[in-house]
Nanobody
């Protein structure tokens, strides 16, 4: 049982960097793997990254690995997404979500609790 709120989105030029944060309320945050997803207008929601509940392992979309980094701080009930070398095609609403307790997954259907999202716009 968690509630999630994203922040940190905004306008950035191509090649720049943005760090998104997801703040969780509730006392069981550390029990869940966490994921980041994005959705551009007219497109389906796309997996970005996931992290185990302890933060000891991560999972990335193949096309994004090397540019994006997911991390978490369970003491502060936060999960972050560091986004580097941004491209116009990264423009989307980015959402964090709580996932399975014991494994990471790319499947959006396995995430039950979602934040409302934050807009990232990358200009060329």
């Amino acid at each position: 049982q968690v509630q999630l709120v994203e922040s940190g989105g905004g306008l950035v030029q191509a090649g720049g960097s943005v760090r998104l944060a997801c703040a969780a309320s509730g006392r069981t945050f550390s029990s869940y793997s966490m994921g980041w997803f994005r959705q551009a207008p007219g497109k389906e929601r796309e997996f970005v990254a996931a992290i185990t509940r302890s933060g000891d392992n991560t999972l990335y979309a193949d096309s994004l690995k090397g540019r994006f980094t997911i991390s978490r701080d369970n003491a502060k009930n936060t999960v972050s997404l560091q986004m580097n070398s941004l491209k116009p095609e990264d423009t989307a609403v980015y959402s964090c979500a709580a996932g399975p307790r014991f494994y990471m997954t790319r499947d959006v259907r396995n995430y039950a609790v979602w934040g409302q999202g934050t807009q990232v716009t990358v200009s060329s």
